[in-house]
């Protein structure tokens, strides 16, 4: 039973991502890249399910694991269009590929080792968040979460500012957002777990979904950056898009029905004893 809520939980979140995903990118590119998302979610999601040890039977298990799935599904499917994939980039306006200033690394050592480095530097911050579990800091408990919390937001602001502000400029308030979004969240998720790494991975999770719905549906004809200034190549997506957007409603349905009962909870969603060791190693 376990497994098939996490399934279905990984199945809405992976759903969720292809959805906005696609929103914006099908009258570009088509609808091909779709299933990627949901395969990745609905894979992920079991796995993190044991790792974690969240309780699926409360609804904070099911809003934690949801921000999760999301998190680590970016992670890995942005790695992969980043450091693995390798395509023609001259049909984006921003590379989708790792590039300093424009400039794409191209395949072979130099790549692979930046990809490398880029894995070690957020396991060693993965890490590091956990092990802040056991610091006492006469701190507030509220503090510690948001502060750690927003440190996924400020990596992201940093990666985003140096992917995109080269070639479209330097946004403020895109900058500033993600770092305080996450914060925010992983307040939120504090109300039912106390392992940083874990409110802070659903928090960055759910601080995507938030921004994406944002940039997606309140400004739905404003081309991605990335393909910024770049021709419509399917007209016909521009229609063909709006049947999934019930879809994409109703999981944000389940997302906050799902809060509703979870604040009703008395009690913390505490990770099974093997989290505590296995969720920063596979992390």
């Known amino acids: 039973m376990i497994w098939l809520i996490a399934l279905a939980v990984g199945l809405l979140a992976g759903t969720h991502t292809a959805t906005w995903g696609m929103y914006k990118d099908a009258p570009h ?18 796995v993190l399910a044991w790792i974690s040890g969240i309780d699926l039977f409360k609804a904070s298990g099911l809003v934690l694991l949801f921000g999760l799935t999301y998190a ?6 942005e790695f992969w269009k980043t ?18 200033f424009g400039y794409v690394i191209p395949k072979g050592g130099k790549r692979w ?15 590091g968040v956990h092990s802040a579990q056991g ?14 919390g927003s440190i ?11 992917k995109d502000a080269p070639i479209e400029g330097f946004h403020t308030f895109k900058f500033f957002r993600s770092p305080g979004l996450a914060a925010g969240y992983t307040l939120l998720m504090s ?6 790494l874990l409110a802070a991975l659903a928090g960055i999770g759910y601080t995507v979904a938030t921004i994406e719905t944002y940039k997606t549906f309140f400004f739905p004809n404003l081309p991605r950056g990335k393909f910024a200034n770049k021709p419509i190549l399917y007209p016909e997506h521009l229609e063909t898009r709006k049947r999934f957007v019930p879809i994409y409603a109703g999981v944000w349905l389940f997302v ?18 093997r989290a505590a060791v296995a969720m920063p190693l596979a992390l």
């Open 83 to 100: 450091f693995v994939r390798f395509e023609d980039q001259s049909k984006y306006t921003i590379p989708m590929q790792f590039h300093v």
């Open 135 to 148: 610091i006492q800091t006469g701190w507030p408990r509220w503090v510690l979460f948001a502060l750690l």
């Open 256 to 273: 906050l029905t799902s809060l509703a009962f979870a604040l009703q909870e008395k009690e913390l969603n505490r990770p099974a004893a």
């Open 113 to 127: 080792a930046i990809a490398i480095a880029h894995v070690v530097v957020y396991c060693a911050v993965a890490w």
């Open 29 to 46: 590119e088509g609808f091909r890249h779709y299933p990627r998302s949901i395969f990745v979610s609905t894979l992920a999601a079991p």
């Open 72 to 77: 680590i599904e970016r992670a890995i499917t």
């Open 191 to 196: 109300l039912w777990t106390d392992s940083y």
């Open 152 to 162: 996924g937001g400020w990596l992201s602001a940093f990666g985003g500012a140096f």
